[in-house]
C-alpha cells in the first residue's frame, strides 16, 4: 500500500482553478490504492504544531493496519 501526503501551498484563486485537477488525481491514485492525507497551507501556517500531531497520528495508524 502506498501513502501519500498532499500539503497544498496554493492560495485560494489558484486553487479554484485547480481543484478538478486534484480531484481527478486524487480519484486516480484512490483506485491504485493510494491513502491520502491533506494538509492545507492555511492550516499549517495557523496551527502548525497541531497539523504535525495530526500527521504524526495518521502516520501511527497507517503503520497499525498494515
Keep these: 500500500m ?4 498532499i ?3 496554493l492560495p485560494e484563486i489558484a486553487w479554484a482553478l485547480a481543484r478538478r485537477r486534484h480531484r481527478l ?13 491533506r494538509i492545507w497551507s492555511t492550516d499549517w501556517f495557523r ?8 500527521l504524526i497520528e495518521k502516520i501511527k ?5 498494515k
Design 2 to 5: 502506498v501513502h501519500l501526503i
Design 47 to 54: 496551527n502548525k504544531p497541531v497539523q504535525v500531531h495530526l
Design 7 to 9: 500539503i497544498h501551498l
Design 25 to 37: 488525481r486524487q480519484q486516480v491514485l484512490e483506485r491504485l490504492g493510494w491513502k491520502i492525507h
Design 61 to 65: 495508524q497507517l503503520q497499525q493496519n
